[in-house]
């Protein structure tokens, strides 16, 4: 029923900010007790939490990206957007976004992810 798609260019250059899309739909991102999050997975590595907007648009961030990572919401046009500054060659990854619950506290959906490559 819901369905998050992630979007935004595969390749970017060190130093430049990073962008990416994802759009829902099947559901509202303004429903309550839901969270919309960026979730990324570096090449042989384990996932890692990036940052997430809730319902009303406040929005959360792994300590370590925060001073990077931005996420914003469109309503109108049910996407959030996920902005990382001052990438590296570190910030390759998969990147997902994904639906989590309040209760239980569970990701119920997943975009398929999109590969983003920090290169020169």
């Known amino acids: 029923q819901v369905r998050l798609q992630e979007s935004g260019p595969g390749l970017v250059k060190p130093s430049q900010t990073l962008s990416l899309t994802c759009s829902v739909s099947g559901g509202s991102i303004t429903t309550n007790y839901f969270y919309w999050n960026w979730i990324r997975q570096p090449p042989g590595k384990g996932l890692e939490w990036i940052g997430c907007?809730?319902?009303?648009?406040?929005?959360y961030y792994n300590p370590s990206l925060k001073s990077r990572a931005s996420i914003s919401r469109d309503t109108s046009e049910s996407q959030f957007t996920l902005q990382l500054r001052s990438v590296t060659p570190e910030d390759t990854a998969v990147y997902y976004c994904a639906r989590l619950f309040k209760v239980p506290g569970e990701y119920e959906y997943w975009g398929r992810g999109t590969q983003v490559t920090v290169s020169s």
């Open positions: 907007a809730d319902w009303s648009g406040a929005t």
